[in-house]
């Protein structure tokens, strides 16, 4: 074989040895530290560089995205001696990849450290109900220590968050028992509030129903006087244009007398002692017309029955006025529906009589 081709060959080769060894493609949000003869040189950026061959080489890769770390539970003691096992989430970024690689050996496990003791610290000078209820305050306090510390480091802290605070299991039963005491004091209180409002509500439904029920009562009654006296007045004006005579007067009032003994409830009835006066004007009235037509009233169209075909006066007692008398109740009634009866068939009975023509007396007769 030919030396010229051999040695073309080799040099070829070693010219893509060279070539590759001095390119260097760096992958987005990707940093890397070049050290030339052991010493650092510079960072390499996203894209295409070009090294050394055989005096250049990368040291440390970084990633410079945001990155999540999360630590194991780690023991702390509170300021009122209670052990309780908290663990935390750190959300970092290496801002300054050259510090990251050599201003400290290990940052994650530095972080971790610095996370526990500034933790201890913050924790130990509050109580546990103080630690439960001040999460956004231990963040605050952790993420400003971290970030002091960090920055010499290349680091940025951007978050610290507690995930948990475990505290031990017998005060986990304790804390369980207070929270259901309180609830149930809650729901006592809830539940008597709920009471006190209903009976309030209640009460002053209670009171606007009465006074309703009381204003209508009252409206109703002052229509009912306001009727009653309308009525009393329309009929005392017709009795006085109509010029009634207490022939007409008496007639009404033994009308009206059956009702009287109408309602069921009366188990005591009272006669007044105008009853007799009334009767014996409608029976004198009748009687003085009939004496001046000068014959008997012609006999009335209703047939009478034959309770009714006794005379009136030997029906009704002759009673003296305020006298009262005491019945019973069914009786009464009876007989007062009765007697108002054939008071008033005899009163038609006398006024169909008054108004038939009246028979010509003799002597105008024998005259004519």
């Known amino acids: 074989m030919d030396p010229v081709v051999i040695v073309t060959f080799v040099a070829a080769i070693v010219v893509v040895f060279l070539v590759a060894a001095t390119v260097r493609i760096v992958p987005q949000?990707?940093?890397?530290?070049?050290?030339?003869?052991?010493?650092?040189?510079?960072?390499?950026?996203?894209?295409?560089?070009?090294?050394?061959?055989?005096?250049?080489?990368?040291?440390?890769?970084?990633?410079?995205?945001?990155?999540?770390?999360?630590?194991?539970?780690?023991?702390?003691?509170?300021?009122?001696?209670?052990?309780?096992?908290?663990?935390?989430?750190?959300?970092?970024?290496?801002?300054?990849?050259?510090?990251?690689a050599y201003e400290v050996a290990d940052y994650l496990q530095a972080i971790d450290q610095l996370t526990v003791t500034t933790l201890r610290n913050v924790i130990g000078s509050m109580d546990l109900e103080e630690t439960l209820t001040s999460r956004e305050e231990i963040n605050s306090r952790l993420r400003a220590v971290l970030d002091d510390a960090t920055g010499k480091w290349g680091i940025r802290?951007?978050?610290?968050?507690?995930?948990?605070?475990?505290?031990?299991?017998?005060?986990?039963?304790?804390?369980?028992?207070?929270?259901?005491?309180?609830?149930?004091?809650?729901?006592?209180?809830?539940?008597?509030?709920?009471?006190?409002?209903?009976?309030?509500?209640?009460?002053?439904?209670?009171?606007?129903?009465?006074?309703?029920?009381?204003?209508?009562?009252?409206?109703?009654?002052?229509?009912?006087?306001?009727?009653?006296?309308?009525?009393?007045?329309?009929?005392?004006?017709?009795?006085?244009?109509?010029?009634?005579?207490?022939?007409?007067?008496?007639?009404?009032?033994?009308?009206?007398?059956?009702h009287l003994a109408s309602s069921d409830n009366n188990t005591f009835w009272v006669i007044p002692g105008e009853l007799t006066e009334a009767v014996r004007t409608v029976t004198s009235a009748f009687s003085d017309q009939s004496t001046v037509g000068g014959s008997q009233p012609a006999q009335p169209e209703e047939a009478v029955t034959a309770d009714d075909a006794t005379p009136y006066e030997g029906r009704v007692p002759e009673l003296d006025a305020g006298s009262t008398v005491s019945l019973d109740a069914a009786t009464a009634a009876d007989r007062a529906e009765k007697q108002a009866a054939a008071a008033v068939n005899d009163a038609k009975a006398e006024a169909e009589a008054a108004m038939s023509p009246q028979t010509p007396r003799r002597g105008q007769a024998s005259g004519d």
């Open 157 to 258: 802290v951007n978050r610290v968050e507690i995930k948990a605070i475990d505290p031990p299991n017998t005060i986990k039963e304790a804390m369980e028992k207070q929270m259901r005491a309180e609830r149930d004091k809650r729901a006592a209180i809830l539940h008597a509030e709920g009471e006190r409002q209903a009976k309030i509500l209640t009460a002053e439904g209670t009171r606007q129903k009465d006074i309703l029920e009381a204003q209508g009562a009252q409206q109703a009654m002052i229509l009912r006087a306001d009727g009653e006296a309308k009525a009393v007045e329309l009929v005392f004006q017709a009795v006085h244009r109509n010029n009634a005579d207490p022939k007409v007067l008496a007639y009404k009032y033994l009308e009206t007398l059956p």
């Open 29 to 100: 949000a990707r940093r890397y530290n070049i050290e030339r003869f052991g010493r650092y040189r510079r960072t390499l950026q996203p894209g295409l560089n070009f090294v050394v061959p055989m005096a250049d080489r990368i040291n440390t890769k970084l990633d410079v995205r945001e990155q999540v770390y999360s630590s194991d539970p780690r023991p702390v003691i509170t300021e009122d001696n209670l052990v309780v096992n908290i663990d935390t989430v750190l959300y970092y970024q290496i801002t300054d990849p050259r510090a990251a």
